[in-house]
């Protein structure tokens, strides 16, 4: 797995699982699997930091097969409760299956080197100062890249002194989320029948404390959807936001995979409510035809900046494609993969899109732009570039999402995993200004 990690850009949380079903590995040996590919690929860069001082070489230095092992050897060594002449005899054994006695030797060499401190010891000798570099070194401790560290302490404001909590959580693991759809059945009912326990604050909410989600029966017939809370509550606030002489007729522009798309259209359901689902990819257009099935749902294959459709919306969803920094915790990899060098483009597809969906939306409509990512150019900035050149105005989004409290001074939201137990969403809520507003403004 780590190797698919490293070599084909495999995703963790979709590989994983496939790879276990078709091994034949259940129960406690998936568990350790699963610890082991997740606590490797969330740590790497704190692996690899102590990798290179007991070794005295560079990470890059090192063939990346072997770093691969080390970096699974050192993982057992530091953060699990493995027996050390355990952990270093199984990685040694397989580097001299993948190559040979030497190269074995070597790995042998530097896993008893890294056995004979602990994690903090090691911490304490290579993570920066703290006094003088203060998130350089919260970030060490907590394996996450500088920058994105430096993105949550400038997201967090005057509340900077959460960042130690904020990266915390994202080396904790997440319960599964689940939503039941409206309509279909309740919370309580999807509660009862998969043994989980309600959410906190949507209505629709479901906590799975362990399982595969995939094999639960109301997952597979489609009358629940995994999804994060902090998701649903996006789609539910895009339903609650006050918009005069609503005519049912609501666009969700970045749809795929579905999941927000299903619980817009089975709440407008009832209501009348039409969906037009954006959505690109034909893979993921595929996904969200099949998260939608039985609902008021037309999916668009196209671009969502150049979609061809009549404007005149009363609702738009613009979920944004994003770094994806408020999803690490889910995404164990997604911090050493992802780089600053993203953003530029990232930024200026997210100012596309917003514009293309207020473009979209009629006089008097309202338009949420949400992104999974808390870093200040992809959430307050899109949205503050909107506010100057597009006829919009921002709307207090706050109280759509009641009952969450922690909120901030808005008008935007942001969610927090350490403060919500959510993916850190952030959204935005504007209301499509009209031809008098617009020459007044």
């Keep these: ?68 092992l080390l970096r699974l050897g050192a993982y057992q060594l530091l953060r699990t409760r493995v027996d050390a002449h355990a952990a270093v005899s199984t990685t040694v054994e397989q580097a001299a299956l993948e190559f040979d006695s030497a190269r074995a030797g070597f790995v042998n060499a530097v896993l008893r080197s890294i056995s004979t401190r602990d994690e903090s010891s090691w911490v304490a000798q290579l993570a920066p100062d703290p006094v003088s570099d203060p998130i350089g070194h919260t ?53 009862d029948a998969v043994h989980g326990t309600l959410g906190r604050y949507s209505p629709f909410a479901v906590y799975l404390q362990a399982g595969d989600p995939g094999q639960l ?118 911090r050493w993969r992802r780089q600053p060098a993203d953003l530029p483009a990232l930024v200026g597809l997210q100012r596309e899109l917003l514009a293309a969906a207020i473009a979209l939306t009629r006089p008097g409509g309202v338009v949420l732009y949400a992104t999974c990512s808390p870093h200040l150019a992809e959430t307050i900035g899109v949205v503050a570039d909107a506010l100057r050149r597009h006829p919009v105005c921002a709307v207090d989004a706050r109280p759509l999402f009641e009952p969450v409290g922690e909120l901030g001074a808005g008008p935007f939201v942001q969610l927090w995993p350490h403060r919500h137990g959510t993916d850190a969403m952030f959204a935005a809520v504007l209301r499509r200004r009209g031809a008098r507003d617009s020459s007044a403004g």
């Design 1 to 68: 797995m780590l190797r698919a990690v490293t070599e084909r850009d495999a995703y963790p949380n979709l590989a994983l699982p496939a790879l276990l079903r078709e091994r034949g590995i259940t129960g406690r040996d998936a568990a350790f699997a699963t610890e082991l590919t997740y606590g490797t690929c969330r740590t790497r860069g704190l692996l690899d930091a102590i990798i290179a001082a007991a070794a005295g070489r560079t990470p890059q230095a090192i063939d990346p097969v072997l770093l691969d």
């Design 217 to 334: 029966a109301p997952v597979r017939d489609g009358r629940a959807l995994v999804q994060d809370e902090g998701s649903q509550l996006v789609a539910r606030a895009l339903t609650l936001a006050p918009v005069t002489g609503d005519t049912g007729r609501w666009l969700d522009l970045c749809a795929g995979p579905g999941g927000k798309t299903a619980l817009v259209a089975a709440l407008g359901a009832a209501a009348g409510a039409h969906v037009t689902a954006v959505e690109p990819s034909p893979t993921r257009a595929a996904l969200v035809r099949q998260n939608t099935r039985g609902l008021p749902v037309e999916v668009v294959q196209a671009d969502g900046r150049h979609t061809g459709l009549q404007p005149g919306f009363d609702r738009v969803l613009v979920d944004v494609p994003c770094t994806g920094l408020g999803a690490l915790r889910r995404r164990p990899e997604a």
């Design 139 to 191: 970030a060490f401790v907590h394996a996450h890249p500088r920058w994105i560290a430096q993105a949550f302490a400038d997201a967090l404001g005057a509340a900077a002194g959460e960042l130690d909590a904020v990266l915390a959580s994202d080396d904790e693991r997440p319960q599964v989320h689940l939503a039941a759809r409206p309509g279909a059945l309740t919370a309580a009912e999807l509660a």
